[in-house]
């Protein structure tokens, strides 16, 4: 059983800063993609940023240069650094982990939290 579980979400001023933690316990053999997601009110989830385990990491347009995407491979999480906040970012972020269960189990599955919510007022 495996799980994960976001953390680090509230109420920030605009120009503000917050920091997401994302960590994943249980069966883990190894986990290769991590990544966050949002979505805001009536929109659709969109991509925010990835990083693999050798620590390639991608990131959205509208957040680069903002936000910056770690992990800590010692202790499977994840975190979000997002600075210069702004309304527009105002989401509900959810992490997700690739993970291989088993050390002679090939597959990976995806494995989401529950979502924390990041609201930045004007």
């Known amino acids: 059983q495996v799980q994960v579980v976001e953390s680090g979400g509230g109420l920030v001023q605009a120009g503000g800063s917050l920091r997401l933690s994302c960590a994943a316990s249980g069966s883990i053999f190894s986990i290769n993609v991590m990544g966050w997601y949002r979505q805001a009110a009536g929109k659709q989830r969109e991509l925010v940023a990835t990083?693999?385990?050798?620590?390639?990491?991608r990131y959205a347009d509208s957040v680069k240069g903002r936000f910056t995407i770690s992990r800590d491979n010692a202790t499977n999480t994840g975190y979000l650094q997002m600075n210069s906040l702004k309304p527009e970012d105002t989401a509900v972020y959810y992490c997700?982990?690739?993970?291989?269960?088993?050390?002679?189990?090939?597959?990976?599955?995806?494995?989401w939290g529950q979502g924390t919510q990041v609201t930045v007022s004007s």
């Open positions: 997700h982990a690739d993970i291989q269960r088993l050390q002679f189990e090939t597959n990976e599955f995806r494995y």
């Open positions: 990083i693999t385990r050798g620590g390639r990491t």
